[in-house]
């Protein structure tokens, strides 16, 4: 199924070049309107705030607009200056949006999967298109302007490249105001736990088993409130987690309150997902857990935390092999005991 997608996808790209190939590209002039296409989770779209933030400092007089390719991030007005935010969920409606004068199109590395980042590019005919393009690929896309994406640097480094500011090799943090509530002095610590990841990302996951020990552990200090999180699609393997421990499952009903849930714990536990990297932008202490992903690329950029990666030689393999993804072996390496450890040592340093 995988191979048939990449196929078709790969397909829709060479007809989009194509047609973008017969198209005029307006007149290069002063740079006033600006289109930001961010695609990816919500991981992936925070990590593309620093380079949204540059470039709304570098054209400050410029309209600019942001479009989150499938929703999520829309609340976060004033976080990129006076740039106006969309939730990008009608395919039609972005096409039109498309259609008007912009002068530059900016697309974050996450946009190298969206065939239709390209599509949106393309029906702009801006004189600048920024975006990205696999390193043996950077000719005859759609872009005046490709970037290769890379997997030596961190995420946040390469999506301020793109935009023209890369003031640091040094992965960039993105700490945003919505969503924080103001916090109480409580000698009792909340721990909540993401287990979950994106669907077709389980091979990111820590065992089920492994989070319901460590919730048994947390469960019995006095100090911790431990609480389970669950995202959309998660809540079924919460419950199996928390089943009697007497432990809360949380589950927000929409982004906006995923932030504004995850704004009261004292310390997040989970994977490699995007509820670790809102609470890095929210300023919530966290401890994540990597298995075949590369935190140097794509951890979340924290104030206070702990990575704890896996000892396996193979690991970190996602970028270039998928053969042992569903086996997760190197995520079996990493233990309780050690992860109990982290969370305990970073709740006393607070």
Request: hydrophobic fraction near 40%; charged fraction near 20%; include cysteine.
């Amino acid at each position: 199924m995988n191979d048939l997608k990449n196929l078709l996808r790969w397909r829709l790209r060479t007809l989009i070049r194509a047609a973008h190939r017969c198209l005029p590209v307006r007149s290069r002039s002063e740079t006033r309107n600006i289109l930001c296409l961010v695609t990816g989770g919500i991981g992936d779209q925070l990590m593309a705030i620093p380079a949204l933030r540059s470039l709304r400092n570098r054209y400050p007089d410029a309209n600019m607009h942001v479009v989150w390719i499938g929703g999520e991030l829309g609340f976060l007005q004033g976080e990129i200056g006076n740039a106006i935010l969309e939730n990008g969920k009608n395919s039609l409606g972005m096409t039109f949006r498309a259609l008007k004068g912009w002068d530059l199109v900016y697309v974050n590395v996450q946009g190298v999967f969206s065939v239709f980042c390209e599509w949106l590019t393309m029906c702009s005919r801006a004189p600048r298109r920024i975006g990205p393009v696999y390193p043996d690929n950077t000719h005859g896309s759609v872009y005046s302007e490709p970037y290769p994406i890379r997997f030596d640097e961190h995420v946040t480094v390469t999506n301020c490249r793109a935009a023209g500011d890369a003031p640091s090799t040094q992965a960039l943090p993105y700490p945003v105001a919505s969503g924080r509530v103001a916090g109480s002095a409580r000698a009792i610590r909340r721990v909540y736990l993401h287990p979950g990841t994106s669907p077709g990302y389980e091979a990111k996951q820590w065992p089920l088993a492994k989070y319901r020990l460590l919730a048994a552990e947390l469960s019995l200090d006095p100090f911790f409130e431990p609480a389970i999180l669950a995202g959309p699609g998660e809540y079924a393997q919460a419950r199996r987690i928390a089943k009697g421990l007497s432990i809360p499952v949380l589950r927000p009903g929409s982004v906006k309150e995923l932030f504004q849930t995850i704004a009261r714990a004292t310390v997040l536990v989970g994977n490699d997902s995007g509820p670790a990297h809102i609470a890095a932008a929210l300023g919530i202490p966290i401890v994540v857990l990597f298995g075949p992903t590369n935190p140097a690329r794509v951890a979340p950029v924290y104030e206070k935390g702990t990575i704890i990666r896996s000892s396996e030689a193979c690991s970190p393999c996602f970028d270039r092999n998928t053969s042992c993804r569903k086996a997760r072996s190197c995520l079996e390496d990493i233990t309780v005991e050690r992860v109990t450890k982290a969370c305990r040592e970073l709740v006393q340093s607070l």
